[in-house]
């Protein structure tokens, strides 16, 4: 299994980006995926998760900004990021799973910062 994030950088407050993460090593068609991302000094926070038949998850403080898709054609996943703030700033993982449960497998990261 392998999963490689892309599409972090940094980003002025209420700007956008779009992470991807890239698939491979398994089905992913039938596999849920999930976004997590760990701030700064801080836990483990689950984003968003995307079942296999397209349906999604967000955490209550995460709807509204972020909008997660899957395009089972090229074995990836999206994570599109609004309005961003600050407090946003954090790595950015890909995770093969439901989101809140444990992950078969992680991406390496990918880093958001929010500053201007």
């Known amino acids: 299994v392998q999963l490689v994030e892309s599409g972090g950088g940094l980003v002025q407050p209420g700007g956008s980006l779009r992470l991807s993460c890239a698939a491979s090593?398994?089905?992913?068609?039938?596999?849920?995926m999930s976004w997590a991302r760990r701030a700064p000094g801080k836990g483990l926070e689950w984003v968003s998760g995307i079942f296999s038949d397209g349906s999604t998850y967000y955490p209550g403080s995460m709807k509204g900004r972020f909008t997660i898709s899957r395009d089972n054609a090229k074995n990836a996943v999206y994570l599109q990021m609004n309005n961003l703030k600050p407090e946003d700033t954090a790595v950015y993982y890909c995770?093969?799973?439901?989101?809140?449960?444990?992950?078969?497998?992680w991406g390496q990261g990918t880093q958001v910062t929010v500053s201007s």
């Open positions: 995770a093969l799973g439901e989101a809140g449960s444990r992950p078969r497998a």
């Open positions: 090593g398994f089905t992913f068609s039938s596999s849920a």
